[in-house]
């Protein structure tokens, strides 16, 4: 018999006269205020069925209360978009860390394919040996075998900047991969210009500082420090102005679930946002899924 949630090793218990006998703090009014050195004695067998009884309903009410709030009964699927120094990377951390979900970023996915050697890997490095973009189709293809692995399947996913384009969208959708949520973080230009211009790369450790808003901790660590060849004013203006143009051809196929974020403030803050909208979808598809 599974042991009541209510009981703790800072509570004593006496032995009890019946072999039987089981309790449960909840059937006392107020379990809070219970001493420590407190003991109890065996009640009459009919008191202890029903104290047992009292003690399994406790539980089994708990649960249903925890199954309908904590965790959505199904899989989350979760699309993610912002601009280079949106804090992104930041928020997909604290998601995937609270809700457990698959992280898949379409970058990351297909320098692993590459390595691998897969069959979409062979492919795509044809056309990177070329200095060529890797077609789309390619890419989806990566993406949908991603999305349908078993971990995916089962504890839901949160995809990372794609699709970018509403061909990949489609696409997707096409392959029956449709998002619960599409989560926007926006961030004015000049930030994300401020952002990106003072980004500075540790080639020993591979950490990411910014000379004005994190900057490195010793002279040393200073010295060492590298600029991305594109972390310049004009390309990164360039790559705002391709990531705008993909990202409005791609929002007006998510309009109606779509929730926007100001990425500008505090991440903690951020998070907070994103949060809520999760936890309101969570209630919501644990209430549809009840009814």
């Given at each position: ?22 309790f449960c703090l909840h059937d006392f ?102 200095g060529q973009l890797v077609p789309d ?11 349908s692995q078993s971990d995916s399947t ?138």
């Amino acid at each position: 018999m599974a042991s009541c949630p209510y009981l703790n090793s800072s509570t004593m218990i006496s032995k009890p006269k019946h072999p039987n006998a089981s309790f449960c703090l909840h059937d006392f009014p107020n379990p809070q205020h219970l001493s420590s050195s407190l003991s109890f004695t065996a009640s009459p067998i009919g008191t202890v069925k029903s104290a047992r009884r009292r003690c399994r309903e406790t539980n089994r009410r708990s649960s249903l209360i925890l199954a309908s709030t904590d965790k959505p009964r199904e899989p989350l699927k979760i699309m993610i978009s912002g601009a280079p120094a949106s804090g992104k990377g930041t928020q997909c951390e604290l998601i995937t860390s609270k809700y457990d979900l698959v992280h898949i970023a379409a970058g990351d996915l297909l320098r692993a394919e590459v390595a691998a050697g897969s069959a979409n890997g062979k492919q795509a490095k044809e056309y990177m040996e070329k200095g060529q973009l890797v077609p789309d189709e390619i890419v989806v293809m990566m993406v949908k075998d991603r999305l349908s692995q078993s971990d995916s399947t089962e504890k839901g996913w949160l995809l990372d900047g794609y699709p970018r384009s509403s061909s990949q969208a489609t696409a997707l959708q096409a392959f029956g991969f449709h998002p619960d949520l599409f989560i926007l973080l926006e961030v004015p230009q000049e930030i994300l210009v401020d952002r990106v211009v003072g980004r500075r790369l540790d080639p020993v450790t591979g950490r990411i500082y910014h000379l004005t808003y994190s900057p490195p901790e010793t002279e040393e660590i200073a010295a060492r420090l590298t600029q991305r060849f594109d972390d310049t004013e004009e390309k990164v203006k360039l790559r705002l102005q391709t990531h705008n143009q993909n990202v409005e051809s791609v929002l007006s196929m998510f309009e109606e679930i779509t929730v926007k974020v100001d990425g500008s403030l505090p991440k903690d803050v951020v998070f907070a946002k994103i949060d809520s909208a999760l936890s309101n979808l969570i209630n919501q598809k644990n209430a549809t899924l009840a009814t």
